[in-house]
């Protein structure tokens, strides 16, 4: 008699038990999850053209890589959690349809480096303008004491760049691959008002292999290209490597 009570109380609970289970199954609670996503630099201009260039001569441009207003905006908030950010300059191959008549430009994949297809054309890597290319940052003018750290000419002018002398120099090696080029470092702090930094590159324009003159200097022999009349290219990446403040 008393076994069966047990019994039945025992499948009483269990049937309130799964009952209960089901039931909650029923409730959800919703955490609203949003992010508005930016970019913390921006960088002027975005293509920078040398044009139809001839050996021997050397040609400087200008770039300017400052914190975006968004950036700014959140340094500026009640908050301030955001004030440093670091970047590198990174040199890597261009990438086009080779067409010279209707040329058409892609950066090559972030993660495998290769040429992307495109309306179902393949696009190739340009002929290496990078090796030639130099990245070097503006003097300060800040007061911001971390030091932007540039990349310099493969060439070194005796005099000033104006013509070419048998003191000149290049870098003792052979081209190197462009994923051997080392890049650039830069940061810049809201907090110490250091907003931009302004870049400049260099290209003293080598001559063509097998029509290379007499003055060129001995250490430089290497340092040609292979084609005449043709297109040459490089990309310059400018890559985020840290956001950072110090307060936090």
């Known amino acids: 008699m008393y076994g069966k009570k ?4 025992v499948a009483m609970v269990s049937v309130v038990t799964l009952s209960a289970a089901m039931f909650a199954a029923f409730e959800a609670h919703v955490v609203n999850v ?6 913390a630099l ?5 293509e920078i053209k040398f044009g139809t ?3 021997q001569e050397y040609l400087k441009k200008d770039f ?5 207003k968004s950036f700014q905006d959140a340094y500026n908030s009640d908050d301030q959690r955001v004030q440093f950010v670091d970047y590198k300059i990174v040199s890597k191959p261009k990438c ?7 040329p058409l430009y892609a950066p090559v994949d972030f993660a495998t480096h290769e040429c992307p297809t495109i309306d179902n054309v393949k696009y190739v890597v340009m002929k290496d303008l990078c090796s030639f290319l130099s990245k070097m940052p503006e003097p300060e003018t800040s ?4 030091p932007d750290v540039g990349v310099p000419s493969y060439y070194t002018s005796a005099n000033g760049y104006t013509s070419v002398s048998e003191n000149d120099e290049c870098e003792v090696l052979n081209p190197p691959d ?3 080029i080392a890049w650039a470092t830069g940061s810049l702090a809201a907090c110490k008002g250091d907003l931009v930094d302004n870049w400049k590159i260099d290209l003293k324009v080598p001559p063509v292999r097998n029509y290379v003159g007499q003055d060129w200097p001995e250490s430089c022999r290497e340092w040609v290209v292979a084609e005449d009349g043709v297109n040459y290219g490089c990309d310059l990446w400018v890559e985020v490597t840290g956001i950072y403040n110090t307060n936090s």
């Open 143 to 146: 007061g911001f004491n971390k």
């Open 6 to 9: 047990i019994i039945a109380v």
């Open 178 to 180: 462009v994923d051997d």
């Open 34 to 39: 949003t992010a508005h996503i930016e970019n």
């Open 53 to 55: 260039v001839f050996p």
């Open 42 to 46: 921006a960088v002027s201009p975005q």
């Open 64 to 68: 300017k890589i400052e914190l975006s």
């Open 96 to 102: 086009w349809n080779n067409d010279p008549k209707n």
